[in-house]
């Protein structure tokens, strides 16, 4: 049974063919639409849906071409109806069912935030229910427990800004490039801890919700007051980049070991692009890896890609869609799946 997986709910154009039989990626390609955005300093909605329509055809001809595959070989399409911006899936809704018409093979309607959650299933089998998740996306910060395939619990999220984000806009304000998420990483590997560091929003909070938007209003004074001081420099880039990716991390580690802790779970799966993050990998093992098991999908598979949407697809066969109607759900809850 070979899934084609399309993924178009943000910047990146994902297209991947998957064997569920013998759990393999026949192959994978994917255009990062970043270049272009970074002009703008975040994601231009109309540009992305543009971009989509040019780039899916290429990519299935070159995947097909290039794993000797054919069309035909496909047995069902899997799409991303949603959470994401509603042009962008428009195109791969479009896409998907009519390559589904035209081969009369059942179309699959996946969401996105649990394809990055089932995809550390596939670089990790060991996986067993129930589990805890935490998927850190640009969109979404989300704290679930995972009862079973598909029943999801939210146990908390984030009150304004994801933690995605939050890196996307403290990069902006320290000068960095978007996606921000890689930029702030590269640069707090070079930073030093400061005499002050950032506030940890909501940590002591009795729920298991996050808050990002005060942490980037206080990134924002202190580089008012570096520039004010003429001390806006490299290194301080640096040390903001460090000491705000750390703000961050322990924010997502504490209440994460409090869901674990009053929720009586011993794995917890993080996913989205947040989690390609080293220093948080690193953190998350230190501070929880003897005593829980930490799972993420492989890095190339925590940022978006075509193949989380096949898998996906694979898992959910049996809701494949019937009508041909060109359907998304820009905001999609994980409980309403
Ligand atoms: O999952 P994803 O590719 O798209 C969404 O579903 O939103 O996540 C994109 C987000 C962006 O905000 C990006 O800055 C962040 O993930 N990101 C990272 C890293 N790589 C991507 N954040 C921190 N560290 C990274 N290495
Ligand atoms: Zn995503």
Request: proline residues 4%; charged residues 25%; neutral net charge.
């Amino acid at each position: 049974m070979l899934i084609l997986g399309i993924e178009t709910s943000c910047d990146e154009t994902g297209i991947a063919l998957y064997d569920g039989e013998e759990n393999k990626i026949i192959f994978e390609s994917l255009f990062s639409q970043a270049d272009k955005h970074s002009l703008y300093g975040g994601v231009v909605p109309e540009l992305a849906a543009r971009d989509h329509t040019n780039k899916l055809l290429p990519l299935l001809k070159k995947g097909l071409d290039d794993s000797n595959m054919s069309l035909k070989n496909i047995d069902a399409i899997a799409y991303t109806k949603g959470p994401g911006l509603r042009g962008p899936l428009m195109v791969g809704s479009a896409f998907a069912k009519s390559l589904g018409f035209a081969l009369d093979v059942p179309v699959i309607p996946v969401h996105h935030m649990e394809a990055h959650l089932l995809m550390a299933k596939y670089d990790a089998p060991q996986l067993k229910y129930p589990f805890l998740t935490l998927l850190v996306s640009g969109g979404h910060t989300i704290l679930a427990k995972v009862e079973s395939s598909g029943v999801y619990k939210i146990l908390g999220q984030t009150i304004d800004d994801a933690v995605g984000e939050a890196f996307d806009k403290t990069a902006k304000l320290l000068g960095l490039r978007y996606p921000g998420g890689p930029e702030i990483e590269k640069n707090a590997a070079k930073g030093e801890k400061m005499k002050e560091s950032f506030p940890r929003p909501m940590l002591k909070s009795e729920d298991y919700n996050f808050s990002f938007s005060g942490l980037k209003t206080a990134v924002l004074y202190k580089v008012n007051l570096l520039k004010k001081k003429n001390e806006f420099t490299k290194q301080t880039i640096s040390d903001v980049s460090l000491e705000f990716q750390e703000a961050a991390i322990d924010c997502l580690l504490y209440k994460t070991k409090k869901a674990l802790i009053d929720f009586n779970l011993n794995q917890v799966v993080l996913s989205g692009g947040v989690a390609a993050n080293k220093q948080l990998r690193k953190r998350f093992n230190e501070e929880l890896g003897k005593k829980y098991t930490v799972i993420y999908p492989d890095f190339s598979h925590c940022t978006d890609n075509g193949a989380m949407i096949a898998f996906s697809g694979f898992e959910k066969l049996s809701s494949c869609d019937k009508e041909n109607n060109i359907s998304v759900n820009p905001r999609w809850s994980l409980e309403e799946i």
